[in-house]
């Protein structure tokens, strides 16, 4: 029977290995030819209660200069609103009815609605108070959560106005040994409902999914390879099965003795 332990094991290690291709992205990407075309289609993301927004308004004054309107927030020090918190306190938050207050002019809808919409509504409304004036509207709660077999796990803010699944993996320091590029969750909130996808980092399809870009307030989950959650408990069941074999055997010695 210890003469089979090492076999055992053998098949035991043979089974946990990888191939080259689980290991790699996109593996089915056509390499001759040297390009491949797949449409990039950025989701247009809709404002929902309780985002945040950032909000300037420069107007131009009487003696030509142009001047920021909403001194009380769009002037804050950068390294304080670079951080969650400091952005809910600076920035215009949306309320759960939908709307946010700015000054000078009053509750606007803004649930719903795109970012450049929302834009070209506060640049109606200021128009009409000010001369020369420009109105820059920016999302500032683009936060995103990555978990699961990855090896830094958390919430993460987006400073770019887009964001790709490989890019939150990255940031995420990438797929642990445990994890799997076959099987990622994508969960997204979208308004009152709750959108999945599931996608396969090894797949050129990625590059066409509604999942590739990612949307504010997403989660990423990455599920587990059973095979790697195998190799790495692989010296714990090889240490039992020794002691169960070494168990047996002594017994059977045992018994073999006495008799």
């Known amino acids: 029977m210890k003469t089979l332990l090492p076999l055992f094991t053998l098949l035991l290690l043979m089974a946990g290995c990888s191939t080259q291709k689980e290991l790699s992205y996109l593996n089915n990407l056509y390499e001759l030819g040297g390009e491949n075309y797949f449409p990039m289609e950025v989701p247009d993301y809709d404002v929902q209660p309780r985002d945040i927004l950032y909000v300037s308004v420069k107007a131009q004054t009487p003696e030509g200069a142009l001047t920021e309107m909403l001194n009380d927030r769009s002037s804050a020090n950068v390294n304080y609103i670079s951080n969650e918190g400091g952005a809910y306190m600076m920035g215009y938050s949306v309320d759960p009815e939908g709307n946010v207050t700015i000054p000078m002019v009053g509750d606007v809808k803004v649930s719903g609605m795109t970012i450049y919409e929302?834009?070209?509504?506060?640049?109606?409304?200021?128009?009409?108070?000010?001369?020369?004036?420009?109105?820059?509207?920016?999302?500032?709660?683009?936060?995103?959560?990555?978990?699961?077999?990855?090896?830094?796990?958390?919430?993460?803010?987006?400073?770019?106005?887009?964001?790709?699944?490989?890019?939150?993996?990255?940031?995420?320091?990438?797929?642990?040994?445990?994890?799997?590029?076959?099987?990622?969750?994508?969960?997204?909130?979208?308004?009152?409902?709750?959108?999945?996808?599931?996608?396969?980092?090894?797949?050129?399809?990625?590059?066409?999914?509604?999942?590739?870009?990612?949307?504010?307030?997403?989660?990423?989950?990455?599920?587990?390879?059973?095979?790697?959650?195998?190799?790495?408990?692989?010296?714990?069941?090889?240490?039992?099965?020794?002691?169960?074999?070494?168990?047996?055997?002594?017994?059977?010695?045992?018994?073999n003795y006495f008799n």
């Open 118 to 255: 929302i834009r070209d509504l506060f640049q109606e409304k200021i128009d009409s108070l000010f001369r020369h004036a420009y109105v820059e509207v920016r999302l500032m709660s683009f936060k995103y959560t990555v978990i699961g077999e990855v090896r830094m796990p958390g919430s993460f803010v987006n400073y770019n106005d887009q964001l790709t699944v490989l890019e939150a993996i990255g940031r995420a320091g990438g797929i642990a040994e445990t994890g799997t590029k076959e099987k990622i969750l994508v969960i997204r909130p979208a308004g009152n409902k709750t959108l999945t996808y599931n996608i396969d980092l090894q797949d050129k399809s990625l590059l066409s999914s509604p999942a590739y870009f990612l949307t504010p307030n997403d989660v990423v989950i990455v599920q587990p390879n059973p095979k790697k959650v195998f190799s790495v408990n692989l010296p714990t069941i090889s240490f039992i099965i020794a002691t169960i074999t070494g168990t047996i055997s002594t017994t059977l010695l045992l018994i």
